[in-house]
């Protein structure tokens, strides 16, 4: 992981959650309900639910895919209206409580007992990401082979690729190839 792409505080699980599909290495740490549960005792370890099921891990991709067109918005994507209705449909179902940590800090967590922690606890930080205004700078790239999600640094929030040094030069030379093809 490199490090400028790191988003700040638990803001970064959600970063991390999004990138369990590596489209350039071909991987997919949510393939199966064994892999999930890798992922999820490794970024979670507080959350003690037992093995996912199938249905349960379906339910966690369909939760990614729906986070990352959120946050692909924030890369200037055009808003996907079934992202926006699985969205919808998932926070419907869950109950989410304010919660004070040690330092009083306030926060979103999903309510004891409920039985889907991890969309809770994911749902909960990208809401205290929007109110402190660092949900806008997680995006996605918009490279069709890679859409690793990054946490934009820059100052004017202009971000585009994950690492310019490879999607954006890649980018940039298909343009070039292509203004020369024309002419």
């Given at each position: 992981m490199?490090?400028?792409q790191e988003a700040p505080g638990r803001l970064e699980l959600v970063r991390g959650f999004l990138n369990t599909l590596d489209l350039e290495h071909g991987t997919d740490r949510l393939a199966g309900p064994d892999d999930m549960h890798r992922w999820v005792r490794?970024?979670?370890p507080q959350i003690t639910a037992g093995r996912p099921t199938e249905t349960g891990r379906l339910a966690a991709v369909r939760l990614r895919e729906a986070l990352r067109a959120a946050a692909a918005v924030h890369s200037a994507a055009a808003p996907d209206p079934?992202?926006?209705?699985?969205?919808d449909e998932i926070t419907a179902r869950l109950p989410?409580?304010?919660?004070?940590?040690?330092?009083?800090?306030?926060g979103l967590r999903p309510a004891p007992g409920h039985d889907d922690v991890l969309a809770g606890t994911l749902l909960g930080i990208v809401a205290e990401a929007a109110l402190d205004g660092t949900w806008r700078r997680l995006k996605i790239c918009p490279a069709e082979d890679c859409r690793w999600a990054f946490y934009d640094h820059a100052k004017n929030r202009m971000g585009v690729w994950c690492q310019m040094a490879e999607c954006g030069n890649r980018a940039k030379a298909r343009r070039h190839r292509g203004r020369q093809a024309r002419t």
């Open positions: 490199l490090k400028h490794a970024a979670l079934a992202a926006h209705a699985a969205l989410l409580r304010l919660h004070f940590d040690a330092a009083l800090t306030p």
